[in-house]
C-alpha cells in the first residue's frame, strides 16, 4: 500500500508541477524508477529483465525487444542515449542504438564475481555514476544466497562506457536512495535519515550537512525542493540555501 502512495505522489508531483526532461526522460522520478519515458519509448524492468515497448501509438504500445539482464534488478536510470542499470551484484550499461533498442556495452561486478546479494540503485550525472551498496535483511528477503556487510557509496567514472573505473568507496550507514544537484548529493541512510555530500572532489566526498530522526528510503529533487519517502511519510525540505535546509512540511502515508 505505500508504495502505491509512493507511486501515486509521484505522479501527483509530475502533473501538478509539469514535467522536466532530460534528453527525453521525465526526471520526476526516484532512483529506485523501474520505468522510463524516452521519446517514443519505454523501457521497463523487473527482476532480471529489460522490455522496450514502441509507444509512438499512445493508445497501441507494442513490445519491440526483450532481453535478460542479470540477477535481482534494482532501478534504470538514463544519460545521453545510454542506460544504467542497477542490480544486486552489477551494474549493467546498456547503449541505445537508432531504434531505441538497448544494446548491452558491459558491466561491472560489485564483488569480484561473487553471487552475493544487496541493494545497489545508481544516478549519473556527467561522466559519474553513483551507486549506493547496502545488505539484505532477513524482512527484505530470505531468499538470498549469501549476505555481505557492505554499506557504502561507490563513485565510477563513466566516460568510457566500456571501461567504468571505480574513483571511491564512502562508507554510509544503510545507504538507500540517492538524488544530486550539482556537486551536492542526496544519500538516504535507512534508520538514519539523509546525508548531503559535497561531490565537488570525486575522490573525497565531504559530509556538509545531515537531516536525521526518521527512516529514508528514496529521495526526489525538484526546483530546490527535496522531498524524502519514508515508510509512513514524505518530508518536504527547502534547499535553495544548502548551509540551512528547512523542513516546510510533512505528508503522512
Known amino acids: 500500500m505505500k508504495k502505491l502512495l509512493y ?3 509521484v505522479i501527483f508531483l509530475a ?5 522536466e526532461k532530460d534528453n527525453g526522460i521525465d526526471s520526476i522520478s526516484g ?29 497501441n504500445p507494442v513490445q519491440i ?7 535481482r534488478i534494482e532501478n534504470i536510470f538514463h544519460r545521453e542515449g545510454i542506460l544504467f542499470i542497477g542490480s544486486s551484484q552489477q551494474l549493467y550499461i546498456f547503449e541505445l542504438n537508432n531504434k531505441g533498442i538497448p544494446v548491452r556495452k558491459t558491466s561491472v561486478s560489485y564483488f569480484g564475481g561473487e553471487f552475493v546479494c544487496s541493494f545497489d540503485p545508481v544516478i549519473v550525472s556527467g561522466n559519474y555514476a553513483y551507486v549506493t551498496l547496502s545488505p539484505f535483511t532477513a524482512e527484505d528477503d530470505g531468499r538470498c544466497f549469501r549476505d555481505i556487510s ?7 567514472d563513466v ?12 562508507p554510509l550507514q544503510i545507504p538507500k536512495g540517492l ?21 565537488t572532489d570525486k575522490l573525497k566526498p565531504k559530509v556538509i550537512t545531515e537531516l536525521y530522526g526518521f ?30 535546509i528547512k523542513l516546510i512540511s510533512t505528508i503522512r502515508l
Open 159 to 170: 566516460t568510457k562506457i566500456e571501461n567504468p573505473v571505480l574513483l571511491t568507496q564512502f
Open 179 to 199: 538524488a544530486i544537484d550539482n556537486n551536492y548529493l542526496f544519500v538516504c541512510e535507512k534508520e538514519k535519515g539523509v546525508k548531503v555530500l559535497d561531490v
Open 7 to 9: 507511486f501515486l505522489f
Open 150 to 156: 557492505v554499506n557504502e557509496l561507490r563513485i565510477y
Open 215 to 244: 527512516q529514508s528510503y528514496d529521495v526526489i529533487l525538484r526546483e530546490k525542493l527535496l522531498y524524502i519517502v519514508g515508510t509512513d511519510q514524505i518530508r518536504v525540505y527547502d534547499y535553495s540555501d544548502i548551509d540551512n
Open 31 to 59: 532512483s529506485y524508477s523501474r520505468l522510463l519515458i524516452l521519446n517514443d519509448f519505454m523501457y521497463a524492468i523487473n527482476n532480471e529483465e529489460l522490455t522496450t515497448f514502441d509507444i509512438s501509438d499512445r493508445n
Open 65 to 71: 525487444d526483450k532481453q535478460d539482464v542479470g540477477f
Open 15 to 19: 502533473s501538478a508541477c509539469g514535467l
